[in-house]
């Protein structure tokens, strides 16, 4: 049976000084960890500054590809045809031009790198050369957009040609900028900003709140899709189900209706601190997108962060709705999120809620509610889940 090999580039991580060993470590440990997950054989070793999965089986290619562009740190790979240099170094021209026969294409474009710059021909000169022997069968050079890009890579002992590069979804690998909590509603918006906080290297551990009275299993089982799907290719994580109904029944018996909203999301940050300082998170991710409604004008966001006491990363603050949907499909997350569900932070609010609501105010309503055991309570009575 044939095998293959595939080479991963990674770009970010090669700026990184002193650390960077840690960060290459790290994606080997996440590609390793896809890969098994998905019952992929293969044998893994660094090699200058690449990462290169050999003895692979060509039945697995394609799940290869779909798990390798959902890791973050990784920005290109490919799946090179090897051909050794020993005796074939003064055939190569015509090896390559005969393989490309097989393909349909009309331009082209020949990207040559020298890996070993011994090779007698600079890069530049065997572009041409073999530019001029595919265009002499009556293939046109187009070096902007080709129908066929032909790569050569040439090393000490092999010569590497592929044909299409696959895309990564770039940034850093998962786990090396630490723990942080996410407040994951079943929207569209929060779990885009986990994935974009994931491909920033954050281990994320998921909270969602959710109302008791709303039909508790389907909420559950949305939000376990939507962690499985955002964390599909990742290390296993955890979700924590905080029950947010009894809390919602003291501030609502107690808080008018416009600022309840404020309220639930004051609570919530505090709560969310509390998984933090318990599982050593250094940040709480949301979903905001400032002005998109009305808990996001710059005023309500303030008294509502206030609440927090750790630093908040809202990676979707400057995106309209269609860049988010956008985002929600490219990491297939949009269907799941469409899915109908009860979101406890709609729970009997004011049709107008405040948008500038004070801080000094808020905290006169919280001093009315004795809050701080209620949450503490809360989060005890919270469900853990593990989502391998
Ligand atoms: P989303 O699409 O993420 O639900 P949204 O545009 O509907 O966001 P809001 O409902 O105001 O906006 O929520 C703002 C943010 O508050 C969310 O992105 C999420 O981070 C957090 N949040 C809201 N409801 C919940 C919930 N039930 N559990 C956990 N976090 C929540
Ligand atoms: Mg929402």
Do not use: W
């Amino acid at each position: 049976m044939e095998k293959h090999q595939c080479v991963v580039n990674y770009s970010e991580i090669k700026l990184k000084g002193k650390n960077r060993k840690f960060f290459e470590k790290k994606l080997r440990e996440n590609i390793e960890y896809a890969l098994r997950k998905n019952n992929v054989k293969f044998r893994l070793c660094s090699d200058f500054g690449k990462i290169k999965l050999l003895e692979l089986k060509s039945e697995d290619i394609g799940k290869i590809k779909q798990i390798l562009s959902d890791i973050p740190g990784i920005s290109t790979f490919y799946f090179p045809t090897i051909i050794e240099r020993k005796n074939c170094e003064r055939d190569i021209f015509e090896i390559i031009s005969n393989h490309v026969k097989e393909i349909q294409f009309k331009t082209f474009a020949v990207r040559c790198k020298r890996v070993d710059k011994k090779f007698p021909m600079t890069s530049q000169d065997f572009n041409i050369k073999l530019g001029s022997i595919i265009s002499s069968s009556g293939y046109k050079v187009d070096l902007e957009n080709p129908d066929l890009e032909i790569n050569v890579i040439i090393y000490e002992r092999e010569f590497h040609i592929f044909f299409k590069k696959e895309y990564g979804l770039y940034g850093l690998p998962i786990g090396t900028s630490g723990k942080l909590v996410s407040l994951l509603s079943g929207g569209i918006d929060s779990p885009v900003a986990s994935k974009l906080m994931a491909i920033r290297g954050g281990k994320i551990i998921y909270v969602h709140f959710h109302n008791e009275t709303a039909d508790s299993c389907s909420v559950k089982n949305k939000i376990i899709e939507l962690v499985k799907k955002i964390n599909e290719n990742s290390p296993p994580t955890t979700l924590y189900m905080v029950p947010f109904g009894k809390l919602q029944k003291e501030i609502i018996g107690l808080c008018p209706s416009k600022y309840r909203m404020i309220l639930y999301r004051r609570s919530m940050f505090r709560i969310a601190s509390e998984i933090c300082e318990k599982i050593g998170a250094k940040g709480i991710i949301t979903g905001d997108s400032l002005g998109q409604v009305a808990s996001q004008t710059i005023e309500n966001l303030m008294t509502i962060y206030e609440s927090s006491k750790y630093p908040i990363f809202s990676p979707l603050m400057g995106l309209n709705k269609i860049e988010i949907v956008e985002k929600s499909r490219k990491f297939g997350l949009y269907e799941i999120s469409i899915l109908p569900y009860d979101d406890c932070c709609s729970f009997l609010i004011s049709k107008h809620p405040e948008t500038k609501a004070r801080i000094d105010m808020i905290k006169d309503i919280e001093g009315k509610i004795q809050l701080e055991e209620l949450e503490l309570n809360t989060l005890e009575n919270s469900e853990i889940v593990e989502i391998l």
